[in-house]
């Protein structure tokens, strides 16, 4: 409640101070994304032709975002804004609305096949799909073709640097399957806190269960927990991960009740720091793939 | 039938930790919510609840997601508020709750702005909405220990405090404890809020505390009636929204503070002191 309220409000300043102002002296491409992987994306594909402002940052959680004036100034300013898609961002219509933002939008999950999954009874779109190096790929294809229509100047670079990323995920790839080749088939199924990761499970063969629902909004009930707990025990699941975009003590609890370990973190919806473990998308996949084979494989 | 009200407990220990919190906390906070319903302070409880945010904030800038940091800024910043409150409301014009107002307001401002600021990680306001699914040994502790000093010293201060509630000017002119002893309630009331907000999250810790005691009005007449009642109601409240929660798979502390109010609305139509249904019976000839 207090939360709507806020982002109402903020909206409203943001609005006063979103004048639109003329071309900047740099004659980069304004760009915006709206959460850190999508712009690590960008940035790969546009490189330095295009300068690339990301609303939800490092660790942050695109789910449940409060846009600032800052935000709407830039997006404002920027030629194109990039979004995930799939019902991820909620808040993007509002911002976009608000910040007089004349430019294209583009869906860089455009063409993925969106998975769909069963939620207290509803049915509903799992927006992660960034979490398959397949769809990555859509989405670096998608982000070039957006560039070049912008910049067409550009479109050997982009080009060239849309090739050398999707290469980069097609070794990726490779490396994410042999690892899980290598887990014994039993302990391919593992924790986690939100919904996050049905695509890399789909497209990698692992089994991802979660006591909250795709979003981290919804919050957990004690039969969603007692489930799990049970499955647990019943399957003798080896590890529970974290993630960084959410609060770790429900599973912390649930690890003490279950003797589960804690694997390890895994990064779902957002980037580390650039000087983290998961700065950028392929760094993301090392090390979610190195956490999982470790806690896993044995 | 019996085995469904104890399976669950028996089954999983995260239930069973639940339980114990929300027990201490149905303990210890009702108690106090009586007290605020009798001074027509009920809806201090809610600002106050808004105004330990920024000390929450500051412990969790300060040191992470940790029980201690959150609890200590919480109740500094919740005294803080009603202390300043009190001094203006007895210095100035100024009457209590507007003073209070004010205070709160704008600690509840300087809380979202701090939370925003650093908001970008894990969000706090999340995280301030509680998780009584997943009380670890130090936040039952916590609770555990607050709700014990809490009754303790409710039990100290009661008499003067009912006299507070009743005739704070007869107390004003036979003892100097009125000030005292309003100052331990506030303090009290700030406790109380505190160990809820690990368990329910603050928005929800103000149900279990007031909505108790504004039934328990329908069924008692003197304090300790009310007191015994309140605990009563926020025990079987709490019991039944966990096993709403893990039978009708809801989400846990809304579920506790519905039962609650669900109490409330039951309350206030047969309740036996003032419940509607009673009220449209013709009365015996003593009114007259």
């Given at each position: 409640m207090t939360r709507r309220l806020l982002l109402a409000l903020g909206l409203i300043l943001a609005a006063l101070l979103a004048v639109p102002q003329g071309a900047s002296a740099d004659d980069k491409m304004k760009v915006a994304a709206s959460f850190s992987i999508l712009g690590d994306m960008v940035k790969q594909v546009g490189d330095d032709r295009v300068d690339v402002v990301t609303f939800?940052?490092?660790?942050?959680?695109?789910?449940v975002y409060e846009p600032t004036p800052a935000d709407a100034k830039a997006l404002s300013e920027s030629k194109i804004l990039f979004i995930n898609g799939l019902g991820l961002e909620g808040w993007m219509t509002r911002l976009e609305n608000s910040s007089g933002f004349k430019g294209k939008v583009v869906t860089a999950s455009t063409g993925v096949n969106p998975r769909k999954m069963v939620e207290d009874e509803k049915t509903i779109t799992d927006p992660h799909a960034w979490q398959s190096l397949a769809n990555g790929k859509i989405y670096a294809a998608n982000i070039r073709d957006a560039l070049i229509a912008a910049d067409p100047a550009g479109k050997a670079t982009y080009e060239a640097n849309a090739k050398k990323f999707i290469d980069g995920m097609t070794a990726m790839e490779a490396n994410v399957k042999a690892a899980v080749a290598k887990m014994p088939p039993e302990r391919r199924k593992i924790i986690t806190t939100h919904d996050a990761f049905g695509y890399f499970g789909s497209a990698y063969g692992m089994e991802f269960i979660a006591p909250e629902g795709v979003s981290t909004e919804s919050e957990a009930s004690a039969q969603d927990v007692a489930k799990i707990i049970t499955q647990i025990k019943k399957e003798h699941i080896p590890a529970v991960f974290l993630e960084n975009v959410t609060d770790s003590r429900l599973l912390d609890q649930i690890a003490s009740e279950t003797g589960a370990k804690i694997g390890g973190t895994l990064y779902s919806d957002a980037l580390s720091a650039p000087d983290g473990p998961a700065g950028n998308y392929l760094d993301m996949f090392r090390n979610n793939i190195d956490t999982l084979s470790t806690a896993l494989s044995s | 039938m019996i085995h469904y009200l104890i399976d669950p407990f028996m089954d999983f220990v995260f239930m069973r930790r639940a339980l114990v919190g929300c027990l201490a906390l149905s303990l210890s906070a009702p108690p106090i919510g009586v007290f605020l319903m009798l001074r027509r302070m009920s809806l201090m409880g809610d600002a106050m609840s808004h105004a330990i945010l920024p000390g929450a904030a500051i412990g969790y800038l300060l040191a992470g997601l940790s029980l201690f940091a959150m609890s200590l800024g919480g109740f500094a910043a919740g005294i803080a508020v009603a202390l300043l409150a009190g001094l203006v409301a007895r210095s100035t014009v100024l009457r209590e709750d507007a003073s209070l107002a004010a205070f709160y307001l704008c600690s509840l401002a300087l809380g979202v702005l701090i939370v925003s600021v650093r908001g970008n990680s894990i969000d706090l306001l999340h995280v301030l909405f509680g998780t009584v699914l997943a009380l670890d040994d130090h936040a039952i502790l916590l609770i555990g220990a607050i709700a014990t000093v809490s009754t303790a010293a409710l039990a100290i201060i009661y008499r003067p405090l009912v006299l507070e509630c009743f005739d704070p000017q007869f107390l004003r002119s036979v003892s100097r404890w009125s000030s005292p002893t309003h100052f331990m309630f506030l303090v009290l009331v700030v406790m109380n809020l505190i160990g809820g907000f690990q368990a329910l999250g603050t928005l929800m810790v103000v149900g279990i505390m007031l909505l108790p005691a504004i039934t328990a009005r329908f069924w008692a007449q003197d304090i300790s009636g009310l007191v015994v009642v309140s605990v009563l109601a926020a025990f079987v409240a709490s019991l039944i929204g966990l096993l709403l929660s893990y039978y009708a798979n809801v989400p846990t502390s809304p579920a506790i503070i519905l039962m609650a109010g669900v109490f409330y609305l039951l309350s206030m139509l047969v309740g036996w002191q003032g419940g509607l249904l009673w009220q449209l019976m013709p009365r015996k000839h003593l009114e007259a």
């Amino acid at each position: 409640m207090t939360r709507r309220l806020l982002l109402a409000l903020g909206l409203i300043l943001a609005a006063l101070l979103a004048v639109p102002q003329g071309a900047s002296a740099d004659d980069k491409m304004k760009v915006a994304a709206s959460f850190s992987i999508l712009g690590d994306m960008v940035k790969q594909v546009g490189d330095d032709r295009v300068d690339v402002v990301t609303f939800v940052g490092p660790n942050g959680d695109a789910h449940v975002y409060e846009p600032t004036p800052a935000d709407a100034k830039a997006l404002s300013e920027s030629k194109i804004l990039f979004i995930n898609g799939l019902g991820l961002e909620g808040w993007m219509t509002r911002l976009e609305n608000s910040s007089g933002f004349k430019g294209k939008v583009v869906t860089a999950s455009t063409g993925v096949n969106p998975r769909k999954m069963v939620e207290d009874e509803k049915t509903i779109t799992d927006p992660h799909a960034w979490q398959s190096l397949a769809n990555g790929k859509i989405y670096a294809a998608n982000i070039r073709d957006a560039l070049i229509a912008a910049d067409p100047a550009g479109k050997a670079t982009y080009e060239a640097n849309a090739k050398k990323f999707i290469d980069g995920m097609t070794a990726m790839e490779a490396n994410v399957k042999a690892a899980v080749a290598k887990m014994p088939p039993e302990r391919r199924k593992i924790i986690t806190t939100h919904d996050a990761f049905g695509y890399f499970g789909s497209a990698y063969g692992m089994e991802f269960i979660a006591p909250e629902g795709v979003s981290t909004e919804s919050e957990a009930s004690a039969q969603d927990v007692a489930k799990i707990i049970t499955q647990i025990k019943k399957e003798h699941i080896p590890a529970v991960f974290l993630e960084n975009v959410t609060d770790s003590r429900l599973l912390d609890q649930i690890a003490s009740e279950t003797g589960a370990k804690i694997g390890g973190t895994l990064y779902s919806d957002a980037l580390s720091a650039p000087d983290g473990p998961a700065g950028n998308y392929l760094d993301m996949f090392r090390n979610n793939i190195d956490t999982l084979s470790t806690a896993l494989s044995s | 039938m019996i085995h469904y009200l104890i399976d669950p407990f028996m089954d999983f220990v995260f239930m069973r930790r639940a339980l114990v919190g929300c027990l201490a906390l149905s303990l210890s906070a009702p108690p106090i919510g009586v007290f605020l319903m009798l001074r027509r302070m009920s809806l201090m409880g809610d600002a106050m609840s808004h105004a330990i945010l920024p000390g929450a904030a500051i412990g969790y800038l300060l040191a992470g997601l940790s029980l201690f940091a959150m609890s200590l800024g919480g109740f500094a910043a919740g005294i803080a508020v009603a202390l300043l409150a009190g001094l203006v409301a007895r210095s100035t014009v100024l009457r209590e709750d507007a003073s209070l107002a004010a205070f709160y307001l704008c600690s509840l401002a300087l809380g979202v702005l701090i939370v925003s600021v650093r908001g970008n990680s894990i969000d706090l306001l999340h995280v301030l909405f509680g998780t009584v699914l997943a009380l670890d040994d130090h936040a039952i502790l916590l609770i555990g220990a607050i709700a014990t000093v809490s009754t303790a010293a409710l039990a100290i201060i009661y008499r003067p405090l009912v006299l507070e509630c009743f005739d704070p000017q007869f107390l004003r002119s036979v003892s100097r404890w009125s000030s005292p002893t309003h100052f331990m309630f506030l303090v009290l009331v700030v406790m109380n809020l505190i160990g809820g907000f690990q368990a329910l999250g603050t928005l929800m810790v103000v149900g279990i505390m007031l909505l108790p005691a504004i039934t328990a009005r329908f069924w008692a007449q003197d304090i300790s009636g009310l007191v015994v009642v309140s605990v009563l109601a926020a025990f079987v409240a709490s019991l039944i929204g966990l096993l709403l929660s893990y039978y009708a798979n809801v989400p846990t502390s809304p579920a506790i503070i519905l039962m609650a109010g669900v109490f409330y609305l039951l309350s206030m139509l047969v309740g036996w002191q003032g419940g509607l249904l009673w009220q449209l019976m013709p009365r015996k000839h003593l009114e007259a």
